[in-house]
């Protein structure tokens, strides 16, 4: 099985990685005869060689109008030396514009991802206007695609919804190593709180700090963390706007390094406007230490709230504020319902690597 993968993710040029990505693509690659990637990138990369059978490719383009035509050239030309038998692309947008050609130049499969909360979601949509653009451009995309692969049961009740055949949609989430983490200490106390998340306007930093305001001002010796934004960037906006510089910033950490965090944490925060799944959620339940998310699509399909953490409505800092303090100021209920987070990741989430690969190859081999 030969395939090729268009992604958005510069992590897998071995730069800046947030995640898991190199594993997860490296275990891919495993049961593949090659696996190539096409990384949608500005100048400044080189190939990257992820194993002996996976490759990543940057388009080092000179600007982002250029990744579609940069990416569909390095296309064209690693099709004629290896005849893929099946594309995927990262998202349903431009990287799948070029899975789209591809497909229609090379006769292959493609399979295109979801990994956002993108249809049927007015807080995406408002995001950006460029998002207006986006969304008739991935129907068309999906519209061509062989099948569509994403991380919750409620993305694929919004995609069936719209008239997307119910047997090209698998519901298979990001693979996690559960191991790591359900080895660390459920304890409680530590009296440090963590958000995790990468610089974008999705992950809402401006209510996320203001309801790390709130507690503070109520709870005096409670600390922040934050990794994997830059400092630069929307957590700062978000602070200096907020008047409010409390938060131990760590930036881009080796995913590694995310067990020490969660090993030294009571809880885990998040305040995305949109998520499809929502990685981060399971790790921390799977470390015995509960969460409080906003009611995105996939939060909602992890927690059950009250059980092993809380949901509140999204853009509601006073709410996100009001169970980060319950669960301070409640130890043992919060040590109970990180244990039940935990048993919950245990029965629910693994390696789904082998479901991942069973799907490629029923596309395939038209066993859809």
């Known amino acids: 099985m030969k395939v090729l993968i268009i992604s958005i993710d510069k992590g897998l040029l071995g730069r800046g990685q947030l995640g898991d990505a190199l594993e997860r693509h490296k275990k891919y690659g495993d049961f593949c005869d090659k696996l190539d990637i096409i990384v949608m990138s500005k100048k400044g990369f080189d190939k990257y060689k ?63 991802h979801f990994h956002g909360d993108f249809w049927d979601n007015i807080k995406w949509l408002q995001e950006s206007g460029l998002n207006y653009f986006l ?33 090209k949609v698998r519901v298979i989430s990001t693979p996690i190593d559960l191991s790591k983490y359900l080895r660390i200490s459920n304890e409680v106390n530590h009296r440090n709180i963590l958000h995790i998340g990468r610089d974008d306007e999705v992950k809402d930093y401006n209510t996320l700090v203001k309801s790390f305001k709130l507690v503070k001002d109520k709870i005096s010796d409670v600390n922040f963390i934050q990794a994997g934004a830059d400092t630069d960037r929307e957590i700062k906006k978000a602070m200096v706007k907020n008047n409010f510089s409390a938060i131990d910033i760590r930036g881009k950490i080796k995913h590694n390094e995310l067990t020490d965090l969660y090993s030294q944490i009571d809880f885990l925060v998040l305040s995305s406007t949109s998520e499809s799944f929502g990685k981060v959620l399971v790790e921390s339940n799977a470390s015995g230490k509960p969460v409080v ?76």
């Open 50 to 112: 992820i194993s002996d059978k996976v490759t990543a490719y940057p388009t080092n383009s000179s600007v982002k109008l250029k990744y579609i035509h940069d990416a569909y050239k390095i296309g064209k030309n690693l099709f004629k030396e290896n005849n893929y038998d099946l594309i995927i692309t990262q998202t349903p947008f431009v990287d799948g514009l070029v899975g789209w050609r591809l497909k229609s130049k090379f006769k292959s499969k493609l399979l295109v």
């Open 293 to 368: 998310s906003t009611a995105t699509t996939g939060a909602k399909e992890i927690i059950e709230d009250g059980k092993n953490g809380f949901l509140v409505p999204i853009g509601d800092a006073e709410k996100l504020a009001e169970k980060i303090i319950w669960l301070l100021q409640n130890q043992e209920e919060a040590k109970k319902m990180g244990a039940y987070g935990r048993e919950l990741a245990k029965e629910r989430y693994s390696d789904n690597t082998n479901k991942i690969i069973n799907f490629w190859t029923d596309i395939i081999n038209n066993n859809l």
């Open 135 to 167: 969304l008739p451009l991935s129907k068309l995309v999906v519209k061509h695609a062989d099948a569509v692969r994403v991380m919750s049961s409620g993305q694929k009740e919004k995609i069936i919804k719209v008239g997307v055949s119910e047997k």
